[in-house]
């Protein structure tokens, strides 16, 4: 190793780290003069990486650095955590290692968009991960000013987190709200005087003071609003996660068929790529639906289960291993569509993402039970501990084997619906038996066939 430079680091605590990092890979691997394809490349093994450091240690550190070795000059991405490593790294490295379930893949995608992978890890301190991507032999110079010249870029550009602006708007929201409710009380007290002087004003006093009481109203609403924006940023990264990734990784398979020539693939890709789009577009006009939950009236038509189903199950692409079974004569009902959407995904998807089995089953049942259809989503992956059962509901709560892999959202959305429906959803699971989750619908949504 003849010469390291710093350029920039970044901690990794949340989605929005992830993000930024992606877009510092991609800025990075421009300005060393890397094609499109090259830079999406490494930029979607950094995302990777950092999503790993994200879901199993729940914190860490990017260093993005430039190296020479044997002559040839790098761009490194260090990735650190001070988790408890990883048991099966010489396994991972392997050249024939394939997953087999859900975890892995993020360290077998990167290593197929870089030229080099390296791992370090220990149980007491933590993992490192140093991806390189081999910089033209045409760059563009690159010495101490230029890249001073980038530092300073970073340090100045502006902030495009949609978070942060999102949480700006609500302190001035807030803002505004302190002042009306002091204009409030001024309007209120020369109310007051006005009644004591002249009592032929009381009519158009009762019509004000009713004014003000819509004015509070109004209040309170926006109050709520501002609580719900921070749930709508997790609720746009919990539903829509999939698909995006979906995307990049179908994107640099692109790449590569093109630099091969593989126009046959690069068809098929494109038309995959296409329908992510599609959906993404739809689950956008859903979470928009969700987001007035509550507000406005979601209206209603025919949905059959038994062709719901199938198309959520293909969405979520699950993994070989995992089988789904889905029984037979499900039934026809007349109701608000997005609601059965985010529940059925939402369960599918915790069902797959949690099955450490190397022959996973999940199944999808449902019977009639008094004046309510009840609907079963069964699998016979790790289980839940008793003692987190009571609390997975609960809106930013995660049990002990969700923790630093998941938002905390997805089952509190969940039974919000149920609390709108006027109906529940309860847990069944003991040991390392698999988990049982019933909700129950009205019987009167049933559409008689």
């Known amino acids: 190793m003849k010469m390291?430079?710093?350029?920039?680091?970044?901690?990794?605590?949340?989605?929005?780290?992830?993000?930024?990092?992606?877009?510092?890979?991609?800025?990075?691997?421009?300005?060393?003069?890397?094609?499109?394809?090259?830079?999406?490349?490494?930029?979607?093994?950094?995302?990777?990486?950092?999503?790993?450091?994200?879901?199993?240690?729940?914190?860490?550190?990017?260093?993005?650095?430039?190296?020479?070795?044997?002559?040839?000059?790098?761009?490194?991405?260090?990735?650190?955590?001070?988790?408890?490593?990883?048991?099966?790294?010489?396994?991972?490295?392997?050249?024939?290692?394939?997953?087999?379930?859900?975890?892995?893949?993020?360290?077998?995608?990167?290593?197929?968009?870089?030229?080099?992978?390296?791992?370090?890890?220990?149980?007491?301190?933590?993992?490192?991960?140093?991806?390189?991507?081999?910089?033209?032999?045409?760059?563009?110079?690159?010495?101490?000013?230029?890249?001073?010249?980038?530092?300073?870029?970073?340090?100045?550009?502006?902030?495009?987190?949609?978070?942060?602006e999102i949480k700006n708007q609500n302190m001035q929201l807030l803002e505004l709200l302190d002042q009306l409710r002091l204009k409030n009380m001024e309007v209120e007290h020369q109310l007051t005087e006005i009644q004591n002087l002249n009592t032929q004003l009381q009519a158009s006093n009762h019509e004000i003071t009713q004014l003000l009481q819509e004015r509070n109203l109004a209040n309170e609403q926006l109050t709520a609003i501002n609580q719900e924006l921070d749930k709508f940023a997790y609720i746009i990264s919990h539903d829509l996660k999939s698909p995006l990734f979906n995307i990049l990784s179908l994107t640099s398979i692109i790449s590569e068929d093109l630099e091969e020539n593989n126009f046959t693939n690069v068809k098929k890709s494109i038309g995959m790529v296409l329908g992510q789009a599609k959906t993404m577009d739809k689950f956008i006009t859903d979470v928009l639906a969700y987001s007035s939950m509550g507000r406005h009236t979601i209206n209603k038509n025919r949905v059959d289960l038994g062709e719901l189903l199938p198309q959520i199950i293909s969405f979520l692409n699950g993994p070989a291993h995992i089988k789904i079974e889905v029984t037979e004569n499900l039934p026809v009902l007349f109701t608000e569509e997005i609601y059965l959407q985010q529940i059925f995904t939402n369960l599918l998807s915790n069902a797959i993402k949690y099955n450490d089995k190397p022959d996973g089953l999940i199944q999808v049942s449902c019977q009639r039970v008094d004046s309510f259809l009840q609907i079963s989503v069964a699998d016979n992956g790790q289980g839940i501990p008793l003692e987190d059962q009571n609390r997975i509901f609960e809106a930013y709560q995660t049990g002990s084997r969700h923790r630093n892999s998941?938002?905390?959202?997805?089952?509190?959305?969940?039974?919000?619906?149920?609390?709108?429906?006027?109906?529940?959803?309860?847990?069944?699971?003991?040991?390392?038996?698999?988990?049982?989750f019933h909700f129950t619908w009205p019987i009167a949504e049933l559409v008689l066939s």
């Not at 350029?7 to 929005?16: A, G, P, T, Y």
């Not at 877009?23 to 995302?47: D, E, H, I, N, Y």
């Not at 870089?114 to 760059?139: C, R, W």
């Not at 938002?407 to 390392?432: D, F, H, P, Y």
């Open 4 to 164: 390291k430079k710093e350029v920039i680091k970044i901690k990794i605590e949340n989605e929005l780290d992830v993000v930024l990092a992606y877009k510092r890979s991609m800025q990075l691997a421009g300005f060393c003069g890397l094609p499109m394809a090259g830079q999406t490349k490494f930029a979607t093994a950094v995302s990777e990486i950092c999503r790993n450091v994200l879901e199993h240690v729940g914190h860490g550190q990017i260093g993005f650095n430039l190296i020479e070795n044997k002559g040839r000059l790098f761009l490194e991405a260090l990735i650190s955590d001070r988790g408890r490593g990883i048991a099966n790294v010489e396994e991972l490295l392997a050249n024939h290692y394939r997953p087999y379930s859900s975890k892995g893949w993020g360290i077998y995608n990167s290593k197929k968009l870089v030229e080099q992978l390296f791992i370090e890890s220990d149980s007491e301190k933590g993992t490192q991960v140093k991806l390189h991507k081999a910089i033209p032999h045409n760059h563009p110079p690159i010495n101490n000013a230029i890249i001073q010249g980038w530092i300073q870029h970073f340090a100045s550009e502006a902030s495009v987190s949609p978070y942060v």
């Open 406 to 436: 998941s938002t905390g959202l997805g089952l509190s959305i969940v039974n919000r619906i149920m609390q709108l429906k006027g109906t529940a959803i309860w847990v069944e699971s003991t040991g390392r038996n698999g988990t049982v």
